[in-house]
């Protein structure tokens, strides 16, 4: 079902086409297909596909910069309705949310970012290649809950590791709970730098956000 989308919305990463996938995240929304099942089953494949080719080289850096656009584009058409289906009114928390330093991957965080604001969750963003005490000084400013951390390269990883140890340095934990994710991230990893808990997509962070809140 609805392959054919889903198909057009794959080309359109590949191809780097921000036009195409506008339009094909339009057409998407008017067939009724799920927002998040457009990112999932349609844009991110095609992602990892450029992913794919760019290791092999295959493709060169600027086709990924042109597929980052084109998938930007993409979830600027499906985020307000992302939105309203998850409104909720009770604020269930406050996260302090960006990607590590040295580290400029920002669609899966604008991802998680936007799931949790729709879930209840107040959300500061700080961006991506976030220096290692903003996360800290942020949460200690907003009375944080959560701290989320973003790492896309396997080099900035050791980032997350370093938020972890800032908030211990400034004494919000373990009040603070602090969760981490991105493609190279593992729950062993979590578990090895001290974190509270590991969100493999944008959806498990959500969940994850719910239970250490409620803890
Ligand atoms: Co880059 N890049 N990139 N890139 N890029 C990867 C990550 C790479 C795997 C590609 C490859 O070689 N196959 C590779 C990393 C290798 C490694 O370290 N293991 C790589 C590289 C090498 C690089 C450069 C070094 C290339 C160069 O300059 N030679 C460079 C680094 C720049 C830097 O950061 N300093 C670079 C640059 C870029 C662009 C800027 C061109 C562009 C990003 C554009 C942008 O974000 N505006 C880009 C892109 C697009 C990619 C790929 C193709 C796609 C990333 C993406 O957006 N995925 C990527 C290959 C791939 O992943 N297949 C690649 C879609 C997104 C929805 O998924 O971000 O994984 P993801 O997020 C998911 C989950 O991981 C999770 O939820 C999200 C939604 O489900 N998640 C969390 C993410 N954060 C979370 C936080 C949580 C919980 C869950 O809690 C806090």
């Known amino acids: 079902m609805h392959e054919e989308q889903f198909n057009a919305m794959r080309q359109s990463i590949v191809e780097g086409a921000p036009d195409g996938a506008r339009e094909a995240a339009s057409q998407a929304l008017a067939l009724g297909i799920d927002p998040l099942d457009a990112i999932n089953q349609g844009f991110v494949p095609g992602l990892n596909r450029i992913g794919e080719q760019f290791n092999r080289g295959e493709v060169f850096l600027p086709d990924l910069v042109m597929a980052g656009e084109a998938m930007k584009a993409a979830v600027a058409v499906l985020e307000p309705e992302m939105q309203k289906r998850g409104t909720q009114r009770q604020v269930l928390g406050k996260v302090v949310l960006g990607t590590v330093k040295g580290d400029i991957h920002e669609i899966g965080k604008s991802l998680v970012s936007t799931l949790l604001t729709a879930s209840g969750f107040q959300v500061f963003d700080l961006g991506v290649n976030v220096p290692i005490d903003s996360f800290a000084e ?4 907003v009375q944080a809950d959560l701290v989320g951390v973003s790492a896309l390269l396997t080099t900035t990883m050791q980032g997350q590791r370093s938020v972890v140890e800032a908030l211990d340095r400034h004494g919000l934990r373990p009040r603070v709970k602090i969760i981490v994710g ?8 979590a578990e090895k730098i001290g974190a509270d808990g590991y969100g493999q997509d944008a959806m498990a962070a959500v969940a994850l956000a719910k239970s250490l809140v409620q803890k």
Do not use: H, I, L
């Not at 942020?138 to 400013?141: G, I, L, M, V, Y």
């Not at 991105?182 to 990893?189: K, L, N, Y």
């Open 182 to 189: 991105g493609a190279p991230v593992s729950r062993d990893w």
């Open 138 to 141: 942020k949460a200690r400013e």
